[in-house]
């Protein structure tokens, strides 16, 4: 009879097994080791898109220039390209002569993964038969490609980080 009473206690009890616990925290800890990369890839992909975006920002004094002036831009100043203070990016230049394009300079440091700092992204603008412009054309489309610091070809790492429509060679 005692032992009926005491399989009755343990039925009665509340709370979790020390084996349900453990079961649970070790898919917490499975989840967390798939997020944390994730998340910082997230972050990486995030910070580049900022100095792609400020490109972009400068693309439209780049044309309005061109258009108002007939000559490509030389400097950021003639290109209206909006001043910026962020953490990712450390410059931004402007080009123009036979390799007319605008250049932002990424910085080479943290926060930036170690694989794309120092990088640059370039926009290059491009006549209607997909060449580089020259004075005197329409620009019908730009490429944009992502470079070492020496303008050299960037590793397949380094492109990872960038969207898409950057993972091209500059002419």
Known sequence: MNTLTTFKRAKDTKGFTLIEL??????????????????????????????VNYAQSCKTGYVEFYATNGTRPANVDEANCPSIDTQNIASVQVAAGNNPRIIVNLVNAAPLPSDIRGHRIVLQPLNPTGTLLADGQRV??????????????????????VPAACRQDRL
């Open 22 to 51: 453990m079961i649970a925290i070790a898919i917490v800890g499975v989840l967390a080791a798939i997020a944390v990369p994730a998340y910082s890839n997230y972050l990486a992909r995030a910070r580049i898109s900022e100095a």
């Open 140 to 161: 019908e489309a730009w490429r944009c490609s992502i470079t070492t610091a020496q303008n050299g070809t960037a590793t397949n790492a380094a492109k990872e980080y």
